[in-house]
């Protein structure tokens, strides 16, 4: 956890941003002018709590938490006198220096704060506590903190040096990471670190940190932008704090209300327009537990609104509702990763008779997410906003993306602008599970070879290439017989190959351990279906050793020690080069298979599957430089050294040649990958009649 924390910072972290604050303030102009009048009476009112802040640092950081708390707490108060428009307080718990009840780790936040009601007295969050609760320990447990109910955590260090800054931010990431985990309607996340008594405000997004200047709490004016935080985040609609308004808790039911566009919805957005499908869910099957990137979630919903806390227990899964926030193009209409798109196309084009129907998700309503900005604006107007990136952070999208665009120079290889983000939510059925709950190796083949007879017809039918082969986007769902039925899900990362003529590396694609040799090297190679069944090769290699769950498979804290560990330890150039080598010769691949793991049932059957699959693949080209999977070398004969006893004139310019001609045109490399992109739909129909064959088996063994 804290490498990956220090990983992100180093990564995503971007400090002394100017604007932070104002990402907070609020959109409707009566409510902004109305707190910007309240922080000058704020600061007026709490003048007196100043005094707390006139030291370089505390003794102890223990020593802060009391003064901080009781700062946050006065504004609170000085904003309920002051103002009669506040949406909300922002109060602190008053455990400071706690674990949180439901956290993955053991590490204690410092301070937490929670969105408090405006009409009540401001006091410190007595956090869970049950006074009904019986003895001391009852007690105790009940008066814990919980990630669902914080709006933004503190982090405080005793001295404002770069260590201890960096540590931090370090921590902050670690908790915010848990924010988005447990809280499933948070689109972006804030935060405080406090280091000697240097005040910054950060953002948390799917791909930036935004944190912006130290604001010295010494000050008066330092003072000022931390009573200005607390006042917009008292004042500012609520998808301003980071909160989906299109995602909503009923808390009187225990479920949640979740919008989807509808499809074909037309852009520009506007009230007048923005339609959507409401469905209701009882069950989240996916959170957003990675902090960075797609933040993915997902739910199993039903359209009928349950009508009482006892209903919720029974709603019927009509689908599964993806959440996403996935890289695209500003312009809808050129959007070539566009998942909605992808499925409406496969719905049109594909045959109801197909073999493959079934196997492939049908689209029930899906698109971009928008929503009103505005929510206190009456009538048709533009305050109905698609949110994406630019949308989120505003002028400092561009800012950031403008000088790090501009000037890579100036800034670490790892930041080359912040990548345009749309948050996207898809409806579809069926209602797939995931291939960990399924009874046996028999039943996995059969699975996959649903989902790449799916793939294959797809792309035959529709020209659409998935390109993103991995455990978590084949499922399967159980048919009236009891038989199992494969599911080919996600297709965020395919291309239509009716707009992309040849498809390079546009954008690298897959997930790691999964991710074939040309998009680990990220090279000019053109993408194929090859690439993907090489992913499945990769999938099926790894259930063979780690097993379909984890009761009867290798400890995965044993990778490193296995051969298929490579495919997941160092940098991807090192990754690639490894299962070039493991995929090249029967003898290098036997040192996976043989690594599988025994005790799961047919694992015989497994090996020689993936074995003949590997064959098929790697070594069936028509062509010699087709098979294999390492570079190959061909010499230049024109380049070979020239002999003593020929004339002096002629010796002494074919030596000056030979020094200067370069080495890597001297040896030209073959890259087998490359090669077989022109026998690329032969290898994959002898692949699929491989799969076929097998699954034949696999159902007869079933009976």
């Not at 240097?198 to 009573?227: H, P, T, W």
């Not at 390492?630 to 030979?658: C, G, R």
Request: charge should be neutral; aromatic fraction near 8%.
């Amino acid at each position: 956890m804290r490498r990956q924390a220090q990983n992100h910072i180093r990564n995503y972290l971007r400090k002394d941003v100017n604007g932070v604050l104002e990402l907070a303030l609020p959109v409707n102009a009566d409510k902004r002018r109305a707190a910007e009048e309240t922080v000058e009476k704020v600061i007026h009112g709490i003048s007196s709590l100043f005094a707390g802040f006139d030291k370089d640092a505390f003794a102890k950081e223990k020593d802060s938490y009391k003064p901080l708390t009781s700062f946050i707490t006065a504004v609170a108060e000085a904003i309920k006198k002051n103002s009669k428009v506040a949406s909300r307080l922002l109060l602190p718990y008053k455990r400071t220096d706690t674990a949180i009840a439901n956290s993955e780790t053991s590490s204690r936040v410092d301070i937490a704060l929670r969105c408090g009601d405006v009409k009540s007295k401001p006091k410190l969050f007595e956090a869970n506590f049950d006074s009904s609760a019986g003895d001391k320990k009852q007690r105790e447990n009940a008066d814990r903190l919980y990630y669902e109910d914080v709006f933004a955590l503190i982090e405080v260090k005793r001295h404002a040096s770069a260590s201890d800054e960096a540590g931090a931010f370090e921590q902050l990431v670690r908790y915010t990471r848990e924010v988005y985990d447990k809280q499933h309607n948070r689109r972006f996340a804030w935060g405080l670190t406090i280091c000697g008594l240097d005040l910054r405000v950060c953002v948390f997004g799917a791909n930036y940190i935004l944190a912006s200047e130290k604001f010295d709490l010494k000050a008066e004016s330092g003072r000022r932008q931390f009573v200005r935080m607390l006042v917009y985040w008292s004042f500012c609609e609520e998808h301003r704090l980071g909160y989906d308004p299109t995602v909503r808790r009923l808390k009187e039911l225990g479920c949640w209300e979740i919008d989807v566009p509808i499809l074909g919805n037309p852009g520009p957005y506007s009230k007048a327009n923005a339609r959507v499908d409401t469905f209701y869910s009882n069950t989240v099957i996916i959170s957003a537990d990675r902090q960075f990137g797609r933040l993915t979630r997902c739910f199993l919903a039903g359209r009928e609104k349950p009508s009482s806390s006892e209903s919720v227990k029974h709603i019927e899964h009509q689908v599964i509702i993806k959440d996403a926030w996935p890289e695209a193009e500003m312009d809808a209409s050129n959007d070539m990763r566009d998942e909605v798109a992808h499925l409406s196309k496969i719905q049109r084009l594909m045959p109801d008779s197909s073999k493959a129907s079934g196997a492939y998700p049908a689209l029930e309503a899906g698109g971009r997410v928008c929503f009103s900005h505005d929510p206190r604006s009456r009538g048709s107007d533009d305050r109905v906003v698609e949110d994406n990136t630019r949308s989120l952070i505003g002028e400092i999208f561009d800012a950031i993306n403008e000088s790090e665009g501009g000037n890579r120079e100036a800034v670490s290889p790892q930041m080359n602008g912040i990548p345009y983000r749309v948050h996207k939510r898809i409806a579809t059925s069926p209602i797939g599970e995931p291939l960990r709950r399924l009874e046996s190796i028999l039943e996995l083949v059969i699975v996959v070879t649903d989902a790449m007879r799916a793939h294959t017809a797809i792309l035959e039918s529709c020209r659409i290439l998935h390109r993103d082969i991995s455990n978590n986007n084949i499922m399967f769902y159980r048919t009236e017989s009891g038989m199992v039925k494969g599911l080919l899900i996600d297709f965020d990362h395919a291309i239509d190959l009716d707009h992309v003529s040849r498809t390079y590396h546009q954008q690298r694609s897959g997930t790691l351990p999964f991710m074939s040799v040309n998009n680990l090297e990220n090279n000019d190679n053109e993408r194929t279906a090859l690439d993907d069944w090489e992913s499945l090769i990769y999938l099926l290699c790894w259930i063979g050793t780690f097993g379909l769950r984890s009761d009867h498979a290798n400890n995965q804290e044993t990778q490193d020690n296995l051969q298929i560990g490579r495919w997941t330890n160092g940098n991807l150039k090192v990754i690639a080069k490894a299962k070039r080598l493991d995929l090249d010769s029967d003898a290098a691949f036997a040192l996976i298979t043989d690594q599988f793991y025994e005790k799961s049932g047919n694992i015989a059957f497994l090996a020689k599957l993936v074995e003949n699959l590997r064959y098929v693949l790697i070594e069936s080209g028509p062509e010699t430089n087709c098979k294999g999977s390492v570079l190959k070398k061909t010499t230049n004969n024109d380049t070979s050294m020239p002999l003593v006893d020929e004339k002096h004139d002629q010796f002494i310019a074919m030596l000056l040649n030979l020094a200067t001609t370069n080495q890597e045109s001297a040896s030209q490399l073959i890259d087998p990958f490359k090669e077989r992109v022109e026998h690329a739909s032969k290898i994959s129909k002898d692949m699929m009649d491989v799969l076929e064959k097998y699954a034949e088996a696999a159902r007869i063994l079933l009976k």
